[in-house]
């Protein structure tokens, strides 16, 4: 059932693909189509749902796509020359390597070889450098990217607050403290950073206004460490008995949050958006609109 609390990140991802069909249309207008490549290293299960999801979404705002398969057995070597022809492809502005790689490749080597202006998932150092230094020309990773404007279209301000973010991992929590500390709309948060080794993470958690818990930890979150009317953001993807559930305690959480993100249905499809919304941009930069 609906709540007055809920911020709904299908409507709102619904939102940005309304508008980046726009730019795909004046794109087109240009005889120009933004194309994605994805790569795959093994049969991942859930690599795989998450591949078909983004397949389907491209297809549907009209972007080309590809998907490239390697066995799980594949080396560095061969993963990094295909990356180096989808580099070199003109038909491709974005080019996404699902995580995760096998154990026997060097996430970061790979994450390099991409060009920075086709890396739509912004885990480039030049990207990671630019977001930390705050120059816009960067792709910033399309999690915290999908939470921002989560927070930016609910009307949450981070002007001032107190923002706690739940895990240190590259992909979520650091770039996302990164971004809201930045001096500008949409940030300018006093961040804090939570990890395994923070002392006493319930306290630091009772004095945000904004919760954002990224650790991988089912219902990790409990009613008792979130301040009343605070808004809470839930990354987390976990499984129990098969069935998919956040880092917060959802249904006790809820009544004392002021604001907060359904799991599934809340920062998933503002992942998805924002892939396609870096993708979009990039053939939009490569055509010097
Ligand atoms: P990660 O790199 O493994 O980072 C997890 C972080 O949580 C680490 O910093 C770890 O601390 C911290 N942590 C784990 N258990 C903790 C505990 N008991 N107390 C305090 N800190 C703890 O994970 P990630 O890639 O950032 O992903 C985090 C979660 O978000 C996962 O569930 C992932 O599936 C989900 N996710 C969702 C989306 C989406 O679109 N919805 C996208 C990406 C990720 P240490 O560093 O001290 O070990």
Redesign the pocket.
Known sequence: MAHANLIDGRAIAGQILGELALRVAALKAFALTPGLAFVRVGEDPASRVYVGRKEKACADLGIFSETHVLPYAATQAELITLIHRLNADPRLHGILVQAPLPKHIHEAAVYSTVLPEKDVDGFHPVNVGKLMLGDPSGFHP??PA?IRQLLIRSNVATDGAEVVV????????KPMAAMLCQKGPGANATVTL?????RD?PAHCRRADILIA????AH?VKAGMVRPGATVID????RIDGKLVG?VDFLNVQPVAGKITP?PG???P??IAMLLQNTVRAAEIRAGI
């Open positions: 399309c999690t999908g739940l895990g240190r991992g590259n992909i979520v929590g939570c990890h395994s080794a923070t993470l990224a650790l991988g930890v990790f990354v987390g993807v976990n880092d799991n809340g920062v998933g503002m992942t």
